[in-house]
């Protein structure tokens, strides 16, 4: 499996302008998640979805933010319109569900590379 | 709600010596999991070692460690024998059990192995 896979890797964009991130989990895992990685606050879960339902968003930090899964092998961010403090790194992670007792690695999430985005 | 602090912000380690990296959580769980992630300048993050609270032994992966204390809610990474390669930051995170896989983190150590 290629792991978790997002794009791009990088965006510079101008605020105001509207920003989509994408991520695609590794097959068969149920669950997504979206965090947020800032010199100031950390890395903060944003959002997580299983099979491909929002679960809990409540970090996403204001309405500006939106995210979508409309199948089980992609996922989208979307900031709009961008703002120079949503400039950080954003992952994607994914991971199945505990009890699988043919999975070697439950619990553990894999992270996608990430997306460093830049807003001017 | 979970919390997890590391009260190490940055340390250093001479090239084949030992380092231990703290971590304390706050929780009125008795089912979670703990782990330590490892993220280079590459930004990748790394899983180094995960622990079940259920168990009381105290994982091992090879040249990294933990002390898991459950009564003091502490879970430190050991690091034998560093490597250049081990200069990352490492985050220790938090995952309740049977509640969707969610992870808290905490505000990482930067850690540099001198030659």
């Known amino acids: 499996d290629a792991g978790v896979i997002q794009s791009p890797r990088h965006e510079v964009t101008e605020m105001g302008q509207e920003v989509t991130l994408r991520c695609k989990p590794i097959s068969g895992h149920d669950y997504l998640f979206w965090y947020r990685q800032t010199m100031m606050r950390g890395l903060e879960l944003l959002i997580y979805f299983n099979n491909n339902v929002p679960i809990d968003d409540s970090g996403m930090p204001e309405d500006r933010f939106s995210a979508k899964m409309p199948n089980a092998s992609f996922s989208t961010l979307k900031i709009q319109p961008s703002e120079p403090r949503d400039s950080a790194v954003y992952f994607c992670?994914?991971?199945?569900?505990?009890?699988?007792?043919?999975?070697?690695?439950?619990?553990?999430?894999?992270f996608g590379p990430g997306t460093r985005l830049t807003v001017l | 709600a979970q919390t997890v602090t590391q009260s190490q912000p940055e340390m250093s380690v001479q090239e084949a010596e030992t380092v231990t990296l703290s971590c304390t959580y706050d929780?009125?769980?008795?089912?979670?999991?703990l782990f330590w992630y490892k993220q280079p300048p590459s930004r990748q993050m790394i899983l180094v070692i995960r622990?079940?609270?259920?168990?009381?032994q105290n994982a091992t992966e090879n040249r990294f460690s933990v002390n898991f204390q459950k009564a003091a809610k502490s879970f430190s990474l050991k690091i034998s024998d560093s490597q250049l390669g081990d200069t990352a930051m490492y985050f220790c995170a938090f995952m309740r059990g049977n509640a969707g896989n969610m992870l808290t983190f905490g505000g990482g150590t930067r850690l540099m192995v001198k030659p």
């Open positions: 929780t009125s769980e008795n089912n979670y999991y």
């Open positions: 622990q079940e609270a259920y168990k009381q």
């Open positions: 992670a994914s991971s199945s569900t505990p009890g699988r007792p043919t999975h070697s690695n439950q619990n553990e999430q894999f």
